[in-house]
């Protein structure tokens, strides 16, 4: 498979996030007014220190965290894959993908000058993994817990 980053440059990313080598996912419960009872996932570091969180609940919230903490980091990457719209769409491409025109209010199959490129985690946390793959990572299960899962973060 050819991957979206060389490895020299995958290399150097750990090298410069090493806090990433091992993320976890955690789950709370919410005790704020609005929100209390919710379901809370919260994507951290080794450290301990907080990437990105969601609320609620009725959709893949590892897969949203894990999302847009991909978003976040790899947006450039992301702009060179194909999205894939989902059941109707054998065209390829990457499910959870979105490159949304801002001037047509249209999702589009690849990104353009005029386009928002994001991944929608609520898709599937094995969909955000696939495209984690295609940049050229790899996410190896350490352990599960109570409430919380850990993963560590390779170069393929």
Do not use: P
Not at 14 to 36: C, G, M, P, Q, V
Not at 79 to 105: E, F, M, P, W
Not at 114 to 132: A, E, K, P
């Amino acid at each position: 498979m050819k991957y979206l980053l060389n490895k020299q440059s995958r290399e150097e990313f750990l090298a410069h996030n090493y806090e990433f080598e091992e993320i976890y996912f955690k789950w709370t419960t919410s005790h704020n007014r609005d929100t209390y009872g919710y379901n809370i996932c919260t994507l951290r570091d080794k450290r301990g220190n907080k990437i990105n969180s969601n609320c609620g609940g009725g959709y893949d919230m590892k897969g949203t965290a894990f999302g847009e903490f991909i978003t976040e980091y790899f947006n450039d990457e992301l702009k060179r894959l194909t999205a894939n719209y989902g059941s109707g769409d054998n065209g390829g491409g990457y499910y959870g993908l979105v490159h949304y025109n801002n001037k047509t209010h249209k999702r589009q199959k690849r990104a353009s000058k005029n386009t928002t490129t994001y991944l929608d985690g609520g898709c599937g946390f094995s969909c955000m993994q696939s495209v984690f793959n295609k940049i050229g990572f790899k996410l190896n299960f350490v352990s599960e817990m109570k409430s919380k899962i850990e993963y560590k973060l390779n170069v393929k």
